[in-house]
């Protein structure tokens, strides 16, 4: 995917902003891509086929006058069901996976903008892709983060979520982990000389 290539929403402009707020001088993005969020709401699908049917459930048990206290409740759990797979979409419509010759950021403008980033020497020493199913995977490169953080599995690996091609993407931060490794090597080796 090349810099210029990410879908066109109405966020588009509101990410990149954010994205230029966040890069620092002389830093450049070298990729830069969004999850596939229809592939992620078609893995929270399942609560469609729970959801409707419960709706239709709850509007016949009302119209017969089955429940009357209950029926609030049980009528918005049926809306939560169907519109989480909404929801997902909507999230990754708003955000936003950089790589820089520096870091790589998660950008997000869903709720409050949020810039997370995690530089190279910060990296776990091998990434992790997790097909996810239908295409996408998930590229994990560091862990040891709360479970309860944004972008962070149920174990503590944190990384891009849903994206596609996730090898040609482990591929270009490893390369460029290993050129941030020699840079940082050369600069400690002439300070070290000086």
């Known amino acids: 995917m090349s810099i210029d290539e990410i879908r066109s929403t109405l966020f588009t402009a509101k990410l990149r902003w954010l994205l230029g707020q ?23 699908r399942f609560l469609w086929w729970i959801g409707i049917p419960w709706l239709a459930l709850v509007a016949i048990a009302v119209t017969r006058g089955w429940i009357a206290e209950s029926a609030m409740f049980l009528l918005v759990l049926g809306l939560a069901m169907v519109g989480a797979p909404l929801l997902v979409l909507l999230h990754d419509l708003q955000t936003l996976y950089v790589i820089t010759n520096r870091r790589a950021l998660i950008v997000r403008t869903f709720g409050k903008p949020t810039v997370t980033d995690t530089l190279f020497s910060d990296m776990d020493p091998t990434f ?10 998930a590229l994990y490169f560091a862990s040891g983060i709360s479970p309860r953080a944004a972008d962070t599995d149920h174990t503590g690996h944190y990384g ?12 270009i931060l490893e390369r460029l982990r290993r050129e941030d490794a020699a840079r940082s090597a050369g600069t400690s080796l002439g300070s070290a000389r000086g």
């Open 128 to 137: 992790e892709i997790l097909d996810i199913g239908r295409g996408p995977c």
């Open 22 to 44: 966040a890069l620092q001088r002389g830093e450049r993005v070298l990729w830069q891509g969004q999850p596939d969020g229809v592939a992620r709401m078609m893995l929270w």
């Open 160 to 171: 891009f979520h849903c994206i596609r091609d996730a090898v040609a993407v482990r591929d």
